[in-house]
């Protein structure tokens, strides 16, 4: 039986997909930042099925994929294929003059929200930092923003600054805060549901039409009330775009 093994890993977190020709999918998330590698992957179920081959889309370093590929060596004497964003791939032109200067991440969320659409879209993954990138109906890739995610303007503002202390993030119904922590809290999300809604107008402008935009990442859940028009959230964008290219190269 085909099992195929799909590994985003991000700057913080490790999302893995099992997609089995003959099954169910089984799916996970682990932390992997701040501690042993081996300790978080100890947290891979024990009975996960070998699989046949094992993809990734890594932003974590070479450091981080040595890493990994030495511990799945370890675990099932398989490494994994590591993907890169290239001048074009599943439907998609890059618009870098240097292709693969660009983050895989965004590069298979774009191929991913291409398998779900052929409108002109919008591509959002809120994650340790935020990316949106615009995709014309033809999939050429219009150019893109990254901006700082959520934790990591907290974490930006309590680490440069003496008078505002880290805390717990408290919830500001009102969208103003009362105290230290709820004024961070509230302008943070401001600053970034701002900075998404200004990139998506401009995608917009860029495309000349309406865009169908789609949402991932570990923030995309919160965020997505917060917008001011709709999303569709697809938590799964960037394993999505990395099963359609492991397909198409026959893995």
């Not at 799909?6 to 701040?34: M, S, Y």
């Not at 978080?40 to 889309?57: M, N």
């Amino acid at each position: 039986m085909t099992a195929r093994l799909l590994i985003d890993a991000g700057n913080t977190r490790l999302k893995w997909r099992l997609d089995a020709e003959d099954g169910p999918r089984i799916a996970g998330c682990l932390v992997h930042r701040d501690r042993p590698l081996a300790e978080a992957l100890a947290e891979l179920p024990d009975a996960l099925a070998r699989p046949s081959a094992i993809w990734c889309g890594s932003v974590a370093g070479n450091h981080f994929d040595a890493a990994l590929d030495a511990a799945l060596r370890a675990r099932w004497s398989l490494s994994p294929t590591f993907v890169q964003a290239t001048a074009a791939a599943g439907g998609i032109v890059s618009a870098y003059a240097e292709p693969a200067r660009m983050g895989v991440d965004r590069w298979l969320a774009m191929i991913g929200a291409r398998a779900r659409t052929r409108r002109a879209c919008c591509v959002i993954d809120a994650g340790t930092a935020v990316t949106v990138d615009a995709l014309a109906a033809d999939g050429r890739h219009l150019g893109g923003t990254i901006l700082p995610g959520l934790q990591l303007m907290r974490t930006a503002l309590y680490g440069n600054t003496r008078r505002i202390p880290a805390g717990p993030v408290p919830a500001t119904p009102s969208g103003l805060g009362r105290d230290t922590a709820a004024c961070v809290a509230a302008g943070v999300r401001h600053a970034v549901v701002g900075g998404i809604t200004g990139s998506v107008q401009s995608a917009g402008a860029g495309a000349g039409e309406g865009l169908h935009c789609l949402l991932t990442g570990g923030d995309g859940a919160f965020l997505a009330p917060l917008l001011p028009f709709a999303v569709e959230l697809v938590p799964d964008l960037v394993l999505d775009g990395l099963a359609r290219l492991a397909g198409s190269a026959g893995a």
